[in-house]
């Protein structure tokens, strides 16, 4: 029994159907962590499911609450086979976005798998299930095969990443002695191109704030009082219009990235975005200028206003309204100090006459990550994926959205390698999810393949 039984394995449980069973019933249950009224799904999900799953091969589950009130619980799964032995952490999240039953393509449930050629829609295909699904089932095609591993593992299932992953860090802080192992090896996200094997090394990070314009109490009439009262949806325009050009680049400077490193520049001119077939067509002129579409996603900060509203979009009247709000969003990169940027808009704001706009922070922060490229370990996924791929493998030096990756990479100080199993078309976070069938098949084998290369010996010393 070698590697290749182990490969030939889990494509029997792809081509058996064995796969999609066990992803129709992780889907089924609505673990949407948005809705305080799932709250049980959540602890479903972990108890009746997963645990369940990872006792069979002998892994040992304890379910924690989450230390903050909102989060949801935490699922811990170890596997030990010996003191010498290398120790992988891995990583998912069972919870998933708001289903959007109306919204979905006829003939497409959210909680039931539909097979459209080779697209797999239902909610948390793509994010997060499809992908923890893989990389777990994998592991079990090795004990199969090999009977042992040949390295230990802690598996961490959360339920509240969609929320921002709130207590996450708290936990991991707490139990950091649950969490020793050598290399943390998960799957969230997508893959720039579909065909192409990628890894990502970490994330940038993600910062929320509202800009609020209350100006009175009530609306007035336009006939009455237009020209006389000033409009606060006038105004925002105008004070959005300081922060952000009308082709998308960023003109708060201290907003501005650092210059990217001479490795990160390197590791970004060999990618290619785009996100298959049905992904949007890229818009070459939006963003900063001078940059390529690969160094703007992975290289460099971005805002976006995410909602704005004044007065009553739904149900309009002739009226001047009493106040605006705009959502805002920044995605920065590693050399950004995310507790600089809302201090900088309001100098920012100040400098340009917008005095009577009010920020507030909303959410909690998560914070840029990235592992260099030419780490020990990088090189050694890289090495294990092209033996099984016979491709070269995108090497992201973080992906261009953000995850928790914060809490690995320097809570418990884990060089953190993320293969993503989904791609950008996916429609992750939005009605008619999907994955493709050709990548799952294809990630199920290449991780079978890591798994194989990590208990046969030859990984990075510790």
Not at 88 to 116: A, N, S
Not at 294 to 306: H, L, P, R, W
Not at 363 to 390: F, N, Q
Request: net charge negative.
């Amino acid at each position: 029994m070698n590697r290749d039984d182990a490969i030939r394995r889990i494509e029997s449980y792809f081509g058996d159907g064995e796969f999609k069973i066990d992803l129709q019933r992780r889907v089924a249950i609505r673990t949407e962590s948005q809705i305080p009224e799932r709250r049980s799904e959540l602890y479903r999900y972990l108890s009746d499911e997963m645990a369940p799953s990872l006792e069979a091969v002998d892994f040992s589950c304890r379910i924690f609450d989450n230390p903050r009130e909102e989060g949801g619980p935490f699922l811990i799964a170890h596997r030990h086979e010996g003191d010498r032995l290398p120790t992988v952490m891995t990583y998912g999240h069972g919870d998933v976005v708001r289903g959007e039953d109306d919204q979905w393509r006829d003939g497409l449930d959210p909680w039931q798998i539909t097979e459209e050629g080779e697209r797999w829609y239902g909610r948390g295909t793509a994010d997060n299930e499809a992908q923890h699904t893989i990389n777990l089932e994998a592991m079990k095609a090795v004990l199969e095969i090999r009977g042992h591993l040949g390295f230990n593992v802690v598996a961490l299932i959360e339920t509240s990443e969609e929320l921002g992953s709130p207590g996450l860090k708290e936990f991991c802080t707490v139990h950091k002695d649950l969490f020793k192992a050598d290399v943390f090896i998960a799957s969230d996200g997508p893959r720039p191109q579909p065909q192409t094997p990628t890894i990502f090394l970490g994330s940038r990070g993600c910062f929320d704030f509202t800009m609020t314009i209350e100006l009175r109490d009530g609306g007035h009439h336009s006939g009455n009082w237009g020209g006389l009262l000033s409009n606060p949806g006038v105004i925002m325009a105008h004070a959005l219009a300081t922060i952000v050009d009308a082709k998308g680049q960023i003109l708060v400077d201290a907003w501005k990235p650092e210059p990217m490193t001479n490795a990160v520049r390197q590791a970004i001119a060999r990618l290619k975005v785009g996100g298959g077939d049905g992904a949007p067509e890229i818009d070459t002129e939006w963003g900063e200028p001078g940059m390529t579409a690969e160094e703007k996603v992975f290289g460099s900060n971005t805002f976006e206003i995410c909602a704005f509203e004044t007065g009553n979009p739904r149900n309009p009247v002739s009226a001047i309204p009493p106040r605006a709000l705009a959502h805002g969003h920044i995605r920065y990169v590693v050399g950004t100090d995310p507790e600089t940027l809302l201090p900088a808009l309001r100098e920012h704001l100040d400098a340009n006459g917008f005095d009577m706009v009010k920020l507030e922070a909303v959410g909690d922060i998560m914070y840029a990550t990235r592992l260099d490229p030419g780490h020990p370990w990088v090189r050694w996924v890289v090495k294990s994926i092209e033996s099984t791929s016979a491709c070269d493998v995108a090497v992201l030096p973080n992906i261009g959205g953000s995850l928790p990756n914060d809490v690995f990479a320097e809570v418990l100080g884990l060089p953190t390698i993320w293969v993503p199993h989904s791609y950008a078309g996916c429609s992750q976070h939005a009605p008619d999810e999907h994955v493709l069938a050709p990548v799952c098949r294809d990630a199920l084998r290449i991780m079978a393949g890591l798994w194989w290369d990590l208990g046969d010996g030859g990984t990075p010393s510790p």
